[in-house]
């Protein structure tokens, strides 16, 4: 059975970085598939880091979550 990651690109540096990550795993393991999404414009200032930076300042990050947001584990903030 496959394993498919779906994975969103903000840039072509983010291309660059998440091909070589594929094309490694697909080595690692056959059976693996990377889809690539690319992201809306308006968006793509948007990445993770940002995002756990401010919630590990305990800012407010619903604009930025869609629905999973609430369910994310602030007590364990020194991991983000």
Excluded at 52 to 71: K, T
Aim: aromatic letters at 8%; hydrophobic letters at 40%; a negative charge.
């Amino acid at each position: 059975m496959p394993v498919i990651f779906c994975v969103g690109l903000r840039t072509s540096a983010d291309y660059e970085f998440e091909r070589a990550i594929a094309q490694m795993n697909r080595n690692l393991a056959p059976n693996v598939e990377t889809i690539f999404l690319v992201s809306d414009p308006s968006l793509s200032h948007i990445s993770s880091t940002i995002v756990r930076d401010i919630l590990l300042y305990n800012g407010d990050i619903s604009m930025f979550v869609l629905g999973r947001g609430e369910n994310l584990d602030t007590k364990n903030q020194d991991r983000l």
